[in-house]
T-cell receptor
Framework: ETGVTQSPTHLIKTRGQQVTLRCSSQ?????VSWYQQALGQGPQFIFQ?????ENGRGNFPPRFSGLQFPNYSSELNVNALELDDSALYLC?????WGQGANTEAFFGQGTRLTVV | QKEVEQDPGPLSVPEGAIVSLNCTYS??????FMWYRQYSRKGPELLMY????GNKEDGRFTAQVDKSSKYISLFIRDSQPSDSATYLC????????????FGAGTRLAVHP
């Protein structure tokens, strides 16, 4: 077990709705990243939060947003859900980031989102 | 062209075989290289973490990085049915933020 927990494990939403996914990072880790994994694909980086601020973003539209809290837990919010948003959403925590930082990212079990 | 290429398989081997999994990449800035194992409907589990070129061994697993060829490998010795999973390679550069670029994953089946 990595110590990274995500909730809920499964979720079904209707197109156009909004969803919030949650992540508790491993103890001592201050950096949280979110990834989207479509069926049969590798995870795709959505964004990263460090000390409650977004400090890196992948090629995802603004309707994907997030928060990080003082205890380093995090939320991923997706507005105006589309069918293509159906995927496994993964949260990863790490100790830090930055040039030369030798950090390892540990993943939670994921939230499987189905948009119908 | 994708930044990281990985043969999706599936790869089927008998128990006890040596398994070789590979990825190629195009971004010469990548410095950190990882292998993750992902069981069905689970999150990726970190297996190996390597910085720059060279070999790293951990039990039955050996990771190799050849930066001159932009090629990384994971070898599994004495493969077991419990090794049946999808293996994902991932990599990142040393700057910016902790953004991992993943391959598509190789499905491995080890049969008794």
């Amino acid at each position: 077990e990595t110590g990274v927990t995500q909730s809920p494990t499964h979720l079904i939403k209707t197109r156009g709705q909004q969803v919030t996914l949650r992540c508790s990072s491993q103890s001592g880790h201050n950096t949280v990243s979110w990834y989207q994994q479509a069926l049969g694909q590798g995870p795709q980086f959505i964004f990263q939060y460090y000390r409650e601020e977004e400090n890196g973003r992948g090629n995802f539209p603004p309707r994907f947003s997030g928060l990080q809290f003082p205890n380093y837990s995090s939320e991923l919010n997706v507005n105006a859900l589309e069918l293509d948003d159906s995927a496994l959403y993964l949260c990863a925590s790490s100790l830090s980031w930055g040039q030369g930082a030798n950090t390892e990212a540990f993943f939670g079990q994921g939230t499987r989102l189905t948009v119908v | 062209q994708k930044e990281v290429e990985q043969d999706p398989g599936p790869l089927s081997v008998p128990e006890g075989a040596i398994v070789s999994l590979n990825c190629t990449y195009s971004n010469s800035a990548f410095q950190y290289f990882m292998w993750y194992r992902q069981y069905s409907r689970k999150g990726p589990e970190l297996l190996m973490y390597t910085y720059s070129s060279g070999n790293k061994e951990d039990g039955r697993f050996t990771a190799q990085v050849d930066k001159s060829s932009k090629y990384i490998s994971l070898f599994i010795r004495d493969s077991q049915p419990s090794d049946s999973a999808t293996y994902l390679c991932a990599m990142r550069d040393s700057g910016g933020y902790n953004k991992l670029i993943f391959g598509a994953g190789t499905r491995l089946a080890v049969h008794p």
